[in-house]
T-cell receptor
Framework: EADIYQTPRYLVIGTGKKITLECSQT?????MYWYQQDPGMELHLIHY???????EKGDLSSESTVSRIRTEHFPLTLESARPSHTSQYLC????????????FGQGTRLTVV | KNEVEQSPQNLTAQEGEFITINCSYS?????LHWLQQHPGGGIVSLFM???GKKKHGRLIATINIQEKHSSLHITASHPRDSAVYIC?????????????FGTGTRLTIIP
């Protein structure tokens, strides 16, 4: 049973607000990922981490930032939300080389008005 | 029983072989994703499709909405295709985009 949680599931927020999307996993996975998915489009990797204090930008440029202070926690922050940030954000984690299967959270649907 | 079933769970083939991975789902969907994950790497979204067929290079994905079935094909397989392939069902409604994932198919291509 995968234990990876994202909160909130849905968020509607005004332009200019700072927001943090939470992602936590209880499986002890080193690797964690954030994906962005615009309506009707494919998933795109925006950030990933291979362990504590390790963060990298993904394939799709994003104005968001991430941090990895604890293994289980990988929050994503937007300092000043804009309507162009309206999207679904999906967090995932995986063990690594020996067991490459990834586990996904249920996503956060963000709407910036 | 998972709402999204993939088969086979594991597949080993020789380089050059034609590969087919199947995905059946029991939920209503708006679209279906095929994802790829390499050992130690991140997840790449290969296709998102809601009807018919899509092709990208040596990869082809098809979906039959009536039969609730999708297939991923790889032509002229290569060792670098070795990865876990995951289908994920999206939907059923545009405003209810819950992703339901299959358990993945581990593909190994032997040179």
């Amino acid at each position: 049973e995968a234990d990876i949680y994202q909160t909130p599931r849905y968020l509607v927020i005004g332009t200019g607000k700072k927001i943090t999307l939470e992602c936590s996993q209880t499986m002890g996975h080193d690797k964690m990922y954030w994906y962005q998915q615009d309506p009707g489009m494919e998933l795109h990797l925006i950030h990933y981490s291979y362990g504590v204090n390790s963060t990298e930008k993904g394939d799709l440029s994003s104005e968001s930032t991430v941090s990895r202070i604890r293994t289980e926690h990988f929050p994503l922050t937007l300092e000043s939300a804009r309507p162009s940030h309206t999207s679904q954000y999906l967090c995932a984690s995986s063990i690594g080389i020996r067991e490459p299967e990834a586990f996904f959270g249920q996503g956060t649907r963000l709407t910036v008005v | 029983k998972n709402e999204v079933e993939q088969s086979p769970q594991n597949l080993t083939a020789q380089e050059g072989e034609f590969i087919t991975i199947n995905c059946s789902y029991s939920v209503g969907i708006s679209a279906l994703h095929w994802l790829q994950q390499h050992p130690g790497g991140g997840i790449v979204s290969l296709f998102m499709l809601s009807s018919g067929k899509k092709k990208h290079g040596r990869l082809i994905a098809t979906i039959n909405i009536q039969e609730k079935h999708s297939s991923l094909h790889i032509t002229a397989s290569h060792p670098r295709d070795s990865a876990v392939y995951i289908c994920a069902a999206l939907g059923p409604n545009f405003g209810n985009e819950k992703l339901t994932f299959g358990t993945g198919t581990r593909l190994t291509i032997i040179p």
